[in-house]
């Protein structure tokens, strides 16, 4: 994963955030419109649930061509939606390999403190999120 410096960026980063439990991770493509609808919805979940253990972070397996991000997608990402939590950008597509075949967006809740990996699926619900955010903190 690449940060919007261009500098390496891992997991093991959020995981040593002291208070973080569990991290929501929102795997897309920069060009989906339909995805870049959904970023008000992580802020408020960042926003509802940070300050109980939730990090949050979206993660660009493609930029708005189709072909693979850059760090400076990842930034520009960002500062579009305006972004207070990390954008990573994945050219080799690590994230997708978790799921059995692509649909965007691909979300993610990983246990911080057991690097676990508690859900995986296809498609966005806020409501759903929310609940199993909740179940999970």
Not at 13 to 25: E, H, N, Q, Y
């Amino acid at each position: 994963l690449v940060a919007g410096d261009e500098s390496d960026f891992t997991l093991s980063a959020l995981r040593l955030d002291a208070g973080k439990r569990l991290l929501l991770v929102f795997n897309t493509a920069a060009w989906c419109g339909r995805c870049a609808a959904d970023m008000p919805d992580l802020i408020a979940l960042q926003e509802a649930f940070g300050d109980s253990g939730l990090a949050v972070m979206v993660s660009i397996f493609q930029d708005r061509s189709r072909e693979p991000p850059t760090g400076r997608d990842a930034a520009q990402y960002g500062r579009q939606h305006d972004l207070s939590f990390p954008v990573v950008a994945d050219p080799m597509e690590l994230m997708l390999r978790y799921f059995a075949d692509v649909g965007l967006p691909m979300v993610m809740l990983v246990d911080l403190e057991t690097m676990q990996l508690r859900y995986a699926e296809r498609g966005w619900n806020a409501d759903s999120m929310r609940a199993l955010i909740m179940s999970n903190l």
